[in-house]
């Protein structure tokens, strides 16, 4: 017996449910599996007992999809719903005009704070990949040394400890303040509150040559926060970049309001905790 989150896992040797408490049945349900078993899951199905895939269930528990089992019907299921597209954008738009009063002052104050640490200009542009492959300027708050964020993607990626990050670049990493300059993004079109991180032009391109269906990411605006991000944090290496993919695969494959609203709730607490921030 093995232990999930929210239930114990009991491995069956042979169709039978003999002994065991009322219980769902999960298996391969694409796998061919002999009449025995067939019957006995048609049975339990017939009689009431719950039967599901295993891959709904390992998505449920882990928050993830797995990408190394993804076929063209599984892309089919990823396309967004254009009414839920349409809601979403004007949300976004209302909760960006709406919430300037309270940006524009803290953007005043943070800027302070940076030319006070260092020399350099305020914000950070840089070009990232965005909805639809398209590319766009994205601004940040500049939280490294001016002349030290470089194009290449090894001067994308950010490190543990990265030696270029300023005193209050750090803490605005570790507020998610340095990201308020995105809603300058968001009123444009080219980003929302909620979705997969836009990754650099370099890194994006690097990504796609190392992980298969990675353009796939961006069949939804990207966003200031994410499914990824609240559960996982920063990441840059290319394994664990296979899993970040997981997590925005199924942000994409299970789109809906309650989810995005999971994902602000996680993002408040993701703020005061300072998880994953480099």
């Known amino acids: 017996m093995r232990q999930l989150r929210s239930a114990p896992v009991f491995l069956l040797k042979a169709p039978s449910l003999e002994g065991l408490p009322d219980c769902a049945i999960v298996a391969d349900l694409h796998a061919d599996l002999g009449d025995e078993w067939e019957r006995f899951l ?7 007992r719950p039967v599901y895939h295993y891959k709904h269930v390992w998505e449920a528990e882990t928050g993830k999809v797995q990408i190394d089992h993804l076929s063209e019907n599984s892309f089919g299921a990823l396309v ?7 809601i979403k954008r004007s ?25 006070r640490d260092s020399a ?6 840089q070009w990232r990949m965005g909805h639809r492959g398209q590319a766009f300027e994205m601004l940040k708050l500049r939280t490294m040394s001016h002349g030290h964020n470089g194009k290449n993607r090894e001067l994308s990626i950010t490190a543990t400890d990265d030696k270029r990050i300023t005193k209050v670049g750090a803490f605005l990493r570790r507020t998610r303040l340095d990201e308020l300059p995105q809603i300058y993004n968001i009123l444009r079109g080219e980003m929302s509150w909620i979705g997969p991180r836009p990754e650099a032009i370099s890194l994006s391109e690097w990504y796609e ?19 990824a991000q ?4 920063h990441v840059a290496e290319v394994g ?4 970040k993919l997981q997590y925005d695969f199924y942000y994409v494959k299970n789109l809906s309001y309650w989810l995005d609203m999971l994902i602000v709730l996680r993002t408040l607490k993701v703020v005061f905790s300072g998880f994953g921030a480099k």
């Open 80 to 86: 967004p719903s254009f009414t839920y597209q349409k």
């Open 230 to 233: 609240v559960n996982q944090g």
């Open 91 to 115: 949300v976004d738009l209302i909760v960006a005009v709406t919430t300037l009063p309270v940006v524009i002052p803290l953007l005043v104050v943070c800027a302070i704070m940076i030319k």
């Open 42 to 48: 048609a049975e339990s199905a017939i009689s009431g």
């Open 209 to 227: 040559n190392e992980i298969p269906f990675y353009r796939y990411r961006h069949m939804v605006r990207p966003g200031i926060s994410g499914w």
């Open 120 to 125: 350099g200009p305020v914000f950070f542009r």
């Open 240 to 243: 664990a970049v296979g899993e």
